[in-house]
């Protein structure tokens, strides 16, 4: 994904930033760390990295803030094309749900690989066990179904649940915050829809969501509003963005490094505020887009080892949504091969589980994700392009964000 470069000021709705997908890109791979259970070897080897791989949930609110950077950005690009509300929910919808069920199906596919991998080496076929967790889904009725492919089975009234995640532990934990986005995205439609000022819309929902603050992180609802705020901080630097506010200008280049490097410090001292955390986020990404085009460079630098990582870095950008998706259920199937190759307490094992998992991630990338981001475009939004001009089809936002997606 590139900037959009234009001579003159860039429209409303065109704010984008390469570096962005870096963002996400690393936000994914820090939730796959995350989740990934580390041999002893490699905590006691790099016990600081791995405390830091600890704090991997913090990718979630970075992804909102980032969604929410882009949704706004959608709002504005869809105004600016005199689209209505039905070509906004058709990108959207086109974006988030076919990849979303190409997940359920790789989901539930695993353990049955896992099983026919272990019958070709021992000759013996285990049925799943539907008492495990993460089997549930074999118990799943109609009803149970339809909440899931919907994503609203996070509203359901489950009872002892500890959090939100839970509800979805039966087959698939990470659904939880895609069910919130996509919450996000209604609102968002609200505005289109009813041609309502967005900013104030956004002002209004902060205003009533603060009602629910008290109820992060422990809510059980389902409801977006108590992470309405994590949204709202990527909506206002958006709006920050639009009003050409840049931070080269506004503070000159040592203190704008000093912010580059420091903030990122002061969000990690925040890492149990999560609301905080998620301005000093927003606030950092405002920072980095004015080091954009210099850090886009890099893709075009002469030194290889810096090229492959920009290159890398985008691509773990590009394929964000699908990492999130689906690496939680992936990792056992990469351990069960690496088992083949390294014995499992081994730096190199973890090291192979990771690369296998990534490898498969871009696999279902290119197969259950990126079609979808050629093809986003509604039909009536192809007729109403045909009188438009290249640049004015130009759509800065066709990559989720995702834990969510947009």
């Known amino acids: 994904m590139t900037l959009v470069k234009q001579p003159g000021a860039i429209p409303s709705g065109a704010h984008h930033f390469a570096t962005l997908d870096w963002v996400r890109g690393f936000a994914a791979l820090w939730v796959f760390a995350f989740h990934y259970s580390f041999s002893t070897r490699f905590v006691e080897t790099f016990p600081r990295l791995h405390e830091f791989f600890q ?24 105004r600016r094309r005199g ?20 997940s359920i199906g790789v989901v539930i596919s695993i353990p049955l690989v896992m099983e026919m991998l272990s019958f070709f080496k021992s000759g013996e076929f285990a049925s799943l066990d539907p008492e495990v967790t993460s089997n549930g889904w074999l118990s799943y009725g109609v009803v149970d179904w339809l909440g899931l492919v919907t994503l609203t089975k996070v509203f359901s009234p489950d009872e ?63 409801l977006f509003l108590p992470y309405w705020p994590m949204f709202a901080a990527g909506t206002l630097l958006y709006f920050v963005v639009d009003r050409g506010w840049d931070a080269t200008r506004m503070m000159g280049r040592w203190p704008r490094l ?7 410090l002061l ?37 290889l080892p810096i090229r492959a990582m920009a290159f890398m870095m985008g691509l773990l950008g590009a394929m964000s949504y699908s990492v999130y998706l689906i690496h939680q259920r992936v990792q056992y199937l990469s351990a069960q091969i690496a088992w083949q190759v390294f014995a499992p307490e081994s730096i190199a094992f973890d090291l192979l589980v990771i690369l296998i998992t990534l490898l498969f991630c871009f696999g279902f990338y290119l197969v ?9 475009r509604s ?28």
């Open 379 to 406: 039909p009536l939004a192809n007729k109403r392009a045909n009188g438009l001009s290249e640049r004015e089809q130009v759509d800065p936002l066709n990559t989720p964000v995702v834990p969510a997606a947009n």
């Open 258 to 264: 000093v912010l580059l490097c420091g903030l990122p």
């Open 160 to 222: 002892g649940i500890r959090a939100l995640h839970v509800k979805f532990n039966t087959i698939n934990a990470v659904y939880w915050t895609l069910a919130i986005e996509v919450q996000f995205y209604m609102v968002a439609a609200i505005a289109v829809f009813k041609r309502v000022s967005f900013p104030w819309l956004i002002v209004l929902v902060t205003c009533v969501s603060g009602i629910f603050l008290n109820q992060f992180p422990h809510d059980r609802s389902g």
């Open 368 to 376: 259950a994700e990126r079609p979808f981001v050629r093809s986003s």
């Open 55 to 78: 704090l991997g949930h913090l990718g979630v609110p970075i992804f909102f803030v980032v969604s929410g950077f882009c949704i706004a950005s959608a709002v504005a690009g869809t």
């Open 267 to 303: 969000m990690f001292a925040l890492n149990q505020h999560s609301f905080l955390f998620c301005g000093v986020c927003a606030v950092w990404l405002w920072v980095l887009k004015s080091f954009d085009a210099r850090l886009g460079s890099l893709q075009g630098a002469t030194s």
């Open 83 to 102: 689209s209505g509300v039905r070509d906004f929910a058709w990108r959207r919808f086109r974006r988030i749900y076919p990849t979303f069920w190409f």
